[in-house]
C-alpha cells in the first residue's frame, strides 16, 4: 500500500469556484473528486485534499465530492483516511455541515430500509 494520494481541488477542477454534482460537457464536478477518492481509497493509507485557490465550493459539490463516501464508509474510516491540510474554516464549516447532513440521510434511509423491510 502506498503512503499517501494527492487530490488538488483547484487543479482538477480548473476553478476557485467548485460547483456541481455531475459532470456536465466534461467538466470536473464533485462525482469526479468522489470517484478518485474512492478508485485510490484501497491503495493509499492516507489521501490528502488540497484546496490552495479554490474560494468557495457550492453544498452539493461538497456532498457529492466528500459527504458520499459514507455511503460506503464509516465516519471513523472517512476521518483517518482524508486529510485537509490547507483548509480553511469556511472550508472546514462547509465539509462539516455536509458531512452531519449527509449522516442524517444515510440513517433516515436505513430507516426507511429496515420499516420496510418489516412490513
Known sequence: ????FVVDIYKITGTSTPS???AD???ASGETIRQL???NWDQHEKIVILFEGVVQMTRPFVDEAFAKLLRDHSLDAFNQK???PD???RIVKELNAAVKLRLKINQMEKDRAEEAAGN
Open 20 to 22: 456541481g454534482r455531475t
Open 37 to 39: 477518492i474512492l478508485d
Open 1 to 4: 500500500m502506498e503512503k499517501e
Open 25 to 27: 460537457e466534461g467538466e
Open 87 to 89: 483548509a480553511n474554516d
Open 82 to 84: 482524508l486529510f485537509f
